[in-house]
């Protein structure tokens, strides 16, 4: 493949956490990046345009939805939701052909909390089937290899009457890609790659067998677990200190003031960081932040325990919940995963440190999710906090990205 820049496409690209480890690797061109939501749509453009120097950053980025493919394919005019484009096959053919399509559709059908909340056992969810558009996209383009990522819940929900992971085996065995027999091999823990956040998400690569002949797709798909992947694993795991502990330290007002046009309750960042400004917090929640995180520094740890956490969540509300709702991260270790659902609390992501009796920033949970800090996150809080959540961290993306890069260069023609 010489020096040629690897060109892919990007679907369900959210904020591009993804795309941005194949853009840091230096090795791939990126085409287009099919998105539907507006605010991931606008970070995509900036981050396109301002750190990768896309100057067609506005017509890469396809704001539309993926399920209405054909016109996704052709373009569409005057849409009162989505506006115009020329779509995605001006993009592809202007590009010289697609090498390598990423990308994994939305996951919440699949992760198990997803399927608690769903008295439908998911049958009727639209975001089962998301990856039959993702499909029709690999079909259309016959790329060299397609990476699909997802939650490890994919592997045992069932909408239907079968479970979905052999309807997607099947699907892309039929339409010419070899994808591992056994896929609980390809469940990643992030934190083995250098990602201070225990996160493990299922990382399916499919290889055209047309491109590199079917003999060769099995002993691939084997190797790139075995071999390819790992051999960017880090010797040790990054922990949370190490991701967020030199930010500037954020403290309680013990009043409230105003910034933007928002109440805030803690002080601002000094010097200034971008998007590291904490959520506003009630004087409960700061007592009851600084109760678990003293309690956790002196040693005592009297709150560690999901029984002695609900008994106080019960004592300082008046309500019972059969989830424990505080959970401080530890400094020594990678955190816990940070959701999408960040944004509706934060209690379960407090800050370890006593002095600062508060959950995490937008670019706290942005580092944890290893985005560089040149990234500007643009929109609500609500907004930010879902897309990063959503995000495959770019730190992770990059080695996987290296990998494939390495494996088309070992069997491409």
Known sequence: MGN?????????????????????????????????????????????????KY?????MVLQFDIQRTDELFVGWEDDENYGSSEGLDKLVSAGGGLDVIIGGPPCQAYSIAGRIRDEHNMKNDYRNYLFESYLKVVKKYRPKLFVFENVPGILS??????????????SFDEAGYYVLSDLKDAIIDFTDYGVPQKRKRIIIIGFSKEYFGEENCKEMAERFYTEYLPKYKTEKKMTVFEAIG?????????????????????????????????????DRDISIFRLLTEDIESGREEYTSIEALKALYTERTGKTSNVHKYHVIRWDEPSNLIPAHLYKDGLRHIHPDSAQCRSLTIREAARLQTFDDAYIFDGSNVETYKMIGNA??????????DAVADILKDYGK
């Not at 100057?55 to 017509?59: E, G, L, P, Q, V």
């Not at 069932?158 to 479970?163: I, K, L, S």
């Not at 495959?392 to 990205?401: G, I, N, S, T």
């Open 246 to 282: 030199d930010l500037p330290k954020l403290y309680p007002l013990g009043h409230d003031e105003k910034y933007k046009g928002k109440r805030i309750s803690h002080s601002l960042p000094e010097p200034y960081v971008a998007n590291h400004v904490a959520r506003w917090q009630n």
């Open 157 to 170: 929900a069932q909408p239907g009457d079968r479970p979905i992971i052999e309807i997607i085996q099947k």
């Open 392 to 401: 495959v961290p770019p730190k992770f993306a990059r080695k996987l990205a």
């Open 55 to 59: 100057k067609n950053a506005d017509d």
């Open 4 to 52: 040629k820049k690897i060109k892919s496409i990007d679907l369900f690209a959210g904020c591009g956490g993804l795309m941005d480890g194949f853009e840091q690797s230096g090795k791939y061109e990126t085409l287009a990046a099919v998105e539907w939501e507006k605010g991931p749509c606008r970070n995509l453009r900036n981050r396109l345009r301002d750190k990768w």
